[in-house]
């Protein structure tokens, strides 16, 4: 693609200090080979900025700082960490005007719709930890007469935390919050296509914590991802990404016995019973499925209720209704506060998801809603249309992939038991949605799904506290909660005493 340079910069505030990518020891340096990386809009397909790429290098510059940092940051009250996060969380809050446009210039993510909520999100997440993180508690165990023993909550060490572009502000402060209120010292990745709005909440954190607590280093997987995952000193890994690379994280970190979680894609069905479509319901079953295929994230959500089963004795009132809703999603430039669905992120992630579309449709696919978009040549913007597909096969490839863009298989259903055995026809097990008002069948769908995440008359987005992580290969841990944090980011010290 032909990069020019976009005028956004009455529209937006991109980081000024943080442009060098690299923060470590509460310093914006620039890398250590002065490579850099181009950010760009995909709505505009213009450049943003461009920022330092880190290398091994600098990688290993950040690990050494992190280190450092960490036999005192340690010892802190973790009330007293948790002060630090929360006043994070409300700069967060006073800047997020300015970090959502930033986000939504870089991710394409639509302001009004996503931008603006996620960094809002963010903020509570930070404060969630900050407040929860004095919960950091061991137990005692009665083991008799002269015995007394009891465990502490000891942090890990060194954690690298490694993001993608699609959600990247809350998942920072997911890891900023579950890291550091635990104790543990952070080198954090951005992903390479949207790392400006994290490193505007890098800046405001910038002299908050003590030096070498946080650090950022920007640039790709492969030069900067890859050698913070297989850094000798970095004890733990929360990775949240794809599959494919999530495998590579996982042997990188088992190689040294470390720490890792992985949060990683999905396939999430979405089940819809036919007490959910009767004249009292069906509005908000539609507006359920369409959330929860995450349309107005362009389909770009680990979570998207990709596959949509509905009984075939509602299926042409539930369809017709959601392909009109869909319809009426106003598709356009990120930055435009009119806009509910905004741009895919990359030339590269726009290609793929039009070549699911194509092969569905040379598949003999019938195509509900949508059409196979502009080739990227052909393209002003990243701008795929909602796609409703129906007549598909489980085998195909838009059926059992993660398409990551606004494709939805819908197929209708007869027999209970059929269902749940698409449902669980997957490698994935990440989220699921069931629309019923019938609770006993609400009760007996949830225990037979294997996802992490089971969403009842509800699609909405993760609240700080809930348990958060996928089934089978969707990841390894949970996040979001303060058990995930205890369970994931510290480990038990047992203290036997004979007294
Ligand atoms: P990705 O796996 O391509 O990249 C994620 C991060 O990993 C980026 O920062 C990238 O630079 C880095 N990376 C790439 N190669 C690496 C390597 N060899 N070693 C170490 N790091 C490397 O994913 P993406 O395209 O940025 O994001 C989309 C994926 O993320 C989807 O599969 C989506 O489902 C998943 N996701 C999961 C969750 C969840 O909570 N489960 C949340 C958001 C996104």
Redesign the pocket.
């Known amino acids: 693609m032909n990069s020019m340079t976009d005028n956004v910069s009455a529209e937006i505030v991109v980081p000024k200090a943080g442009i060098t990518g690299l923060l470590i020891n509460n310093e914006w340096r620039t890398p250590a080979k002065g490579k850099t990386l181009d950010v760009e809009n995909p709505s505009r397909r213009t450049k943003i900025v461009s920022i330092g790429a880190s290398d091994e290098e600098d990688v290993k510059a950040a690990v050494t700082a992190a280190s450092a940092a960490f036999p005192a940051w340690r010892r802190l009250a973790s009330r007293a960490r948790g002060a630090l996060l929360i006043e994070l969380g409300n700069r967060v809050t006073a800047n997020a005007e300015e970090i959502a446009r930033v986000l939504a210039a870089e991710s394409g993510n639509a302001l009004r719709t996503q931008s603006r909520p996620e960094v809002l999100g963010a903020a509570e997440v930070l404060r969630y930890y900050g407040g929860v993180i004095a919960e950091q508690k061991g137990e005692t165990l009665p083991l008799g007469p002269g015995l007394f023993s009891y465990t502490t909550r000891e942090p890990l060490g060194v954690v690298g935390a490694?993001?993608?572009?699609?959600?990247p502000v809350v998942?920072a402060a997911v890891k900023i919050g579950m890291a550091l209120g635990t104790g543990n010292t952070l080198v954090l990745?951005?992903?390479?296509?949207a790392p400006l709005a994290v490193i505007k909440i890098a800046e405001l954190a910038t002299g908050l914590f003590p030096a070498g607590v946080f650090n950022v280093v920007t640039?790709?997987?492969?030069d900067?991802?890859?050698p913070?995952?297989a850094h000798p000193n970095v004890a733990k890994v929360s990775?949240?990404?794809?599959?494919?690379?999530?495998k590579?994280?996982g042997h990188?970190v088992a190689d040294r016995i470390g720490h890792a979680t992985l949060?990683?894609?999905?396939k999430s069905p979405c089940i819809v019973y036919p007490d959910a479509a009767t004249p009292e319901h069906i509005d908000s079953t539609v507006t359920g499925i369409i959330n929860a295929m995450r349309f107005a994230r362009q389909g770009?959500?680990?979570?998207a209720g990709s596959r949509l089963y509905v009984h075939e004795s509602v299926w042409d009132q539930v369809m017709t209704k959601v392909v009109a809703k869909v319809k009426e999603l106003k598709i356009g430039d990120s930055l435009d506060e009119s806009s509910d669905i905004g741009a895919i992120?990359s030339a590269e992630?726009y290609s793929e998801v039009r070549a699911f579309i194509e092969e569905a449709i040379n598949n003999g696919a019938k195509v509900l809603t949508g059409a196979l978009p502009p080739t990227v040549e052909e393209a002003k913007g990243f701008f795929p249309e909602p796609v409703i597909f129906t007549g598909v096969d489980n085998s195909w490839r838009v059926c059992r992939e993660?398409v990551?863009g606004p494709v939805l298989v819908a197929l209708p259903w007869k027999d209970d038991e059929e269902v749940l055995q698409w449902a669980n026809d997957s490698v994935y097990g990440?989220a699921a949605y069931v629309f019923t008002n019938d609770l006993t069948t609400a009760l007996r769908v949830t225990e037979q799904i294997d996802a992490g995440w089971l969403q009842v008359n509800r699609a909405g987005g993760q609240i700080p506290g809930m348990s958060?992580?996928?089934a089978k290969q969707?990841?390894i841990g949970a996040?979001y909660s303060i058990e995930g944090a205890l369970e994931a980011y510290t480990s038990r010290k047992s203290v036997t005493i004979n007294v």
Do not use: H, M
């Open positions: 490694i993001i993608p572009w699609n959600s998942l990745k951005p992903a390479e296509d640039g790709t997987g492969i900067a991802g890859a913070l995952a990775f949240t990404g794809s599959l494919e690379v999530g590579l994280v990188a949060e990683l894609g999905g770009q959500s680990c979570t992120i992630r993660e990551f990440l958060y992580g996928g969707s990841g996040e």
